[in-house]
């Protein structure tokens, strides 16, 4: 069972018990700048989850606050990718701690909600890595999620999960990424 909820186990429908812990927001817990607390979190997060009877989480959400119009800006953790990274790249340590299947999302670029399969995001290449992708790059390297949920954007024309740039050159070839992409 594989549930949605960057601050917690939101799908109560599936849930044993239909309560769950609501977990301080991505941007509280970039606030902290204190990667050992995120990774407490995560795996108490994760522990959480496996009491309900989930075994993957929909989360944590590695963009960045690109706009203040982002419809997602609660689930992401900062406007910088080097903040970002760092924190989640913590968050998906604990989780994974637990035993929690952790699917970072939404990769990449995602901006808004509204018509987001129609949003064309136009991004140079040193852009698209010093910011963007930064967020992504360290939480892969230093955490290995098992799973990575794409964006439903376009990126530079291309829907975000059949850019082979974004998802062959940079996340497997330059980044070493093994695992799934959904």
């Known amino acids: 069972v594989d549930l949605d909820g960057p601050a917690g186990v939101s799908d109560y429908m ?6 769950s812990v609501c977990w301080p927001s991505a941007n509280v817990m970039a606030q902290t700048w204190n990667t050992d607390i995120a990774r407490k979190m995560g795996q108490a997060f994760g522990n959480e989850a496996l009491t309900e009877g989930c075994t993957g989480i ?14 997602r800006n609660g689930e992401y953790y900062s406007e910088d990718g080097t903040l970002a990274g760092k924190i989640c790249g913590a968050e998906v340590r604990g989780l994974r701690e637990s035993g929690i299947v952790v699917w970072v999302k939404h990769f990449a670029l995602n901006n808004q909600e509204t018509l987001r399969t129609n949003s064309n995001d136009i991004v140079t290449q040193r852009a698209l890595r010093e910011i963007y992708l930064k967020g992504f790059e360290i939480a892969v390297k230093e955490a290995d999620p098992w799973t990575i949920m794409s964006s439903y954007n376009m990126i530079n024309g291309t829907h975000a999960n059949e850019n082979l740039h974004v998802l062959r ?6 980044w070493g990424y093994k695992n799934v992409v959904v």
């Not at 599936?14 to 309560?19: A, I, Q």
């Not at 929909?58 to 419809?71: E, L, T, V």
């Open 14 to 19: 599936s849930l044993k018990n239909n309560y």
């Open 169 to 174: 050159d940079i996340l497997r070839d330059e």
């Open 58 to 71: 929909y989360a944590p959400a590695c963009n960045i606050h690109r706009s203040p119009f982002g419809g």
